[in-house]
Every structure is written in structure tokens, then in C-alpha cells.
């Protein structure tokens, strides 16, 4: 009875460790937001660069990266990132007068979110001449 206890024992501890292995995505920007802050047309591009690094022991994969209207998607990190290495998901903001508060969800195979679906933020305030 004891080894029968034992056995349990050690099969749930090892698939609570096993549960954590795979992708994790960790982005570089605080709270998964770009802060363009106030800015003008004309001194500025609209272009910001999401980075993020694969801390996981797996290969994380990107499946998609969608935007809502007045963002565009430039580039992302096209291949498969392995464990320890890093990518970007390059957007650019259409600059209208106005604040600016929007979100890109990437979607991956990352075990850190929900899903692994990641929300990424961008605000700030577009002034006028």
C-alpha cells in the first residue's frame, strides 16, 4: 500500500512540472503597452516596436497578429523563436488628431496566457499643428 502511495505521490508531482513546460511570451514593454505619449503629425511616423523574448523551454510559435482599424501590422518575426531568443512585431499607427487607444492581439502557442492570446496596447494623444 505504501509504494501504491508513493507512486501517486511522485506521478502528481511530476505532471505539475510537466504542465509547466512550453512557449512563454514576455514583452519587453511595461503592462504589454506603448505609450506614444502626446505627438504631433508632423514630428512624428506613428511606427513602434513591440520586442519580446521566448522565456519558456519550447518553441513559440505566432500564429497570427491582428490590429484594429488605424493600425497596421509593418512586420513581425516571421520564423519560429526557440527558447531563450527573441523577435519584434513591428506596427504603425495612422495619425489622426486625437487620443490614441488601441489593441493588437497576437496569438500564439504561449502558456503564460490564456489561450495564448496576448493583448498589446498602444495609447497616447495626437495633437494638431
Known sequence: MKKIATFIAILLVSSIGFAQNGAKIDFKAKNNT??????????????????????????????????????????????????????IIEIKYTLTSGPIRKTITVETNAINYDEGRIPLKIKGDVIAN
Do not use: H, W
Open 34 to 87: 506603448i505609450d506614444f505619449g502626446t505627438i504631433t503629425k508632423d514630428n512624428d511616423n506613428g511606427i513602434r516596436v513591440f520586442e519580446f523574448t521566448n522565456t519558456g523551454n519550447a518553441p513559440l510559435l505566432i500564429y497570427s497578429v491582428q490590429s484594429t482599424s488605424s493600425c497596421t501590422i509593418l512586420s513581425k518575426t516571421p520564423e519560429t523563436i526557440q527558447a531563450g531568443k527573441s523577435g
